[in-house]
């Protein structure tokens, strides 16, 4: 039943891609089917993509993480600061690129830090996800602004702009770094025994608990898990943005869970697919850049957005109380 659920929320998810580009292409054909287009939508997915892995990964586990946007601000500070301090874009030393990956280390093991502490409070205080990452992100929040002043940190080399900024082949590098994580996570998710864990835990705690699993240790390390995929998502968005400030990206949290949910992520638990998200992340951008070349408000997307995730939840009710039905 597991299978027919997932090839349903699969087809379902598939109709609504389909029919959404369909009505972008009708509304305005010259514009959105263009390379230009295209190129602009690949170069926007990524950042809310590697924000919406870490997210799904705890609603799999039943958890939350909502220090996501904080965690990766956090990253980008670290690693802008250390980047501009020993580097000057204009004439860059022999060893630049010995610090900018130096600079990318310490970002990365800032964010695994915030990770273990999240780790910390759920799985070894046993403090609930949401209040727990909630305190974080206020606790990280705040410590962005002390450390920049509230100030923008900004000049970065050129080898780190690339990240956010080049393409391979007429292809966004950022796209083949969304690509390559999004492969990654799906094989850790289905091929590993840390995966198969997670979807345990998620659906049923209990059960995995006197199953042999370590339901502690799981979770230390999907948060670890989580916040390296904020990580990631921070070098994206520095990159972008050639600066780093706290504060960036505070609109996505919510998106994040929209786009999971949107995916098949279960807000239970125990159920979701790196492919959902990846579609459900497409959908989003469709729509999104449709819109902005209709010159339709954003807050009008926001709103099409909600109205998305409202009918597919509703397909899926349907679709599963049909299901049950069948199988009573």
Do not use: H
């Amino acid at each position: 039943m597991l299978k027919k659920l997932k090839l349903s929320q699969s087809y379902i998810l598939g109709i609504i891609m389909v029919a959404v580009f369909l009505m972008m292409w009708l509304l305005n054909p010259r514009q959105f089917l263009t390379f230009g287009n295209f190129q602009s939508m690949a170069f926007q997915l990524p950042e809310l993509g590697l924000l919406s892995m870490a997210m799904m990964v705890t609603m799999l586990t039943g958890g939350i993480n909502l220090s996501i946007i904080a965690t990766a601000n956090m990253t980008g500070i670290v690693t802008a600061m250390i980047l501009t301090s020993t580097i000057n874009p204009a004439a860059p030393p022999p060893g630049a690129f010995g610090w900018v990956i130096l600079a990318i280390a310490a970002g990365l093991a800032t964010a695994l830090v915030i990770g273990l502490i999240n780790g910390v409070l759920i799985a070894g205080l046993n403090v609930s996800p949401i209040l727990a990452t909630l305190g974080m992100m206020t606790l990280i929040n705040g410590l962005t602004i002390v450390i920049t002043k509230g100030y923008v940190i900004s000049g970065l080399p050129n080898a780190v702009r690339f990240i956010g900024n080049g393409t391979l082949a007429g292809i966004p590098f950022c796209t083949i770094i969304f690509a390559l994580c999004a492969l990654a996570l799906a094989l850790v998710l289905n091929r590993t025994p840390l995966g198969f864990n997670i979807y345990m835990l998620g659906s049923n705690p209990t059960a995995s608990y006197f199953s042999g699993v370590n339901n502690r240790a799981i979770l230390y390390k999907t948060y670890l898990l989580s916040s390296l995929y904020a990580g990631f998502a921070a070098l994206v968005m520095i990159s972008r943005f050639n600066s780093a400030k706290a504060g960036y990206g505070e609109s996505y949290l919510l998106v994040t869970v929209l786009a999971s949910v949107l995916g098949g992520t279960s807000a239970y638990g125990g159920f979701g697919r790196v492919a959902g998200i990846v579609m459900a992340l497409v959908i989003l951008q469709i729509v999104s850049s449709g819109f902005n070349l209709l010159r339709i408000s954003s807050f009008m997307t926001i709103a099409i957005w909600g109205m998305i995730i409202i009918v597919v939840m509703v397909v899926n009710f349907i679709s599963t109380t049909m299901q049950e039905r069948r199988t009573a």
